[in-house]
């Protein structure tokens, strides 16, 4: 199947889903973890709320983790579907302070916020490198956009700017 014919088939599900989707944890279970494995992330490449240490405040715990030989390559914050995403206001600033991972994915399971590493440790305000709606956004233009932007998606390739 089509990446964008699985993003279509998704977002349809979704729109169902959402009435039942009421805590964080439900939308990154049935709205995010999906969606991850929809790009093509095999599960166990990817770690649930992944421990990372920051010295002093030890074991903080990332919503998800992509790894690539045993480090953090791509980090997913996510937020309960119903809430704004701010990357200032987000945990995901400090995790990529603390860690090598390259990209970062703000997300609430509909809105879904693309960063590179350089652009989360600015200090200025940062846009996002892309950024869709799953439920509001053609399902052949979001396939396109991600693969326009594949290097987001592969942890082989060292970060672009």
């Known amino acids: ?9 998704f977002a349809t599900r979704i729109k169902k889903m959402l009435p039942q989707v009421q805590s964080e944890d439900l939308t990154r279970n049935a709205l995010v973890m999906p969606f991850i494995q929809i ?8 770690q649930s709320e992944a421990v990372l240490d920051f010295g002093v405040k030890k074991s903080k ?3 998800y983790t992509i790894m690539k030989d045993g480090e953090p390559t791509i980090l997913v914050e996510c937020k309960h579907h119903e809430e ?10 400090k995790y990529f302070r603390k860690t090598k991972a390259k990209y970062g994915l703000l997300t609430n399971g509909l809105v879904y916020r693309f960063y590179t590493d350089k652009m989360v440790r600015s200090k200025k305000k940062q846009e ?16 396109k956009m991600i693969e326009e932007h ?9 970060a672009v700017g």
């Not at 199947?1 to 088939?9: C, S, T």
């Not at 594949?150 to 060292?158: A, L, M």
Request: aromatic share 10%; charged share 35%; net charge negative.
């Open 1 to 9: 199947m089509e990446l964008k014919d699985e993003i279509g088939q």
């Open 39 to 46: 790009l093509g992330f095999d599960p166990s490449e990817v």
């Open 61 to 63: 715990k990332v919503d």
């Open 84 to 93: 704004n995403l701010d990357l200032d206001d987000s945990r995901l600033a």
């Open 128 to 143: 996002p490198a892309f950024e869709f709606t799953l439920t509001d956004t053609k399902a052949a233009t979001i396939a």
């Open 150 to 158: 594949k290097d987001f998606f592969n942890v082989d390739q060292k």
